[in-house]
């Protein structure tokens, strides 16, 4: 599912990973494409009861399109738990205007 709004779009793939350091899917990564010049991000995790797991990116200016990368750890730089989390995009753009996504992904173990 792609997250898309009048001024760009937010897409996350792969949606379940696996961060155990196998080379397969061991992060998600999130991919935006913004309109315009000047956009900042903040882009957090939390987990499903709302807890702040990791500050990805903090009043950041972006590119019009890039990545972030997040490995699957929290903020101490610990293995997160198995489990589902929320990736909240926020953007700004020059004029103050702001919006919002939110995607849901999952860490999980290879069985």
């Given at each position: ?10 897409t ?8 155990d ?5 061991d ?10 010049q ?16 990791k ?8 590119a ?14 610990s ?8 990736i ?6 020059l ?11 999952a ?5």
């Open positions: 599912k792609i997250n898309q709004s009048q001024s760009g779009t937010i996350i793939v792969p949606k379940v990973f696996t961060p350091n196998d080379g397969q899917a992060f998600t990564s999130i991919n935006y494409k913004f309109t315009g000047g956009n900042v991000a903040n882009v957090t995790v939390y987990d499903a009861q709302g807890r702040l797991i500050q990805l990116s903090k009043n950041q200016t972006l019009n399109e890039g990545f972030l990368i997040w490995d699957g750890v929290d903020e101490d730089g293995r997160v738990r198995t489990g589902y989390y929320v909240l995009f926020q953007v700004f753009d004029t103050g205007k702001q919006e919002s996504f939110k995607e849901t992904v860490v999980t173990n290879k069985k």
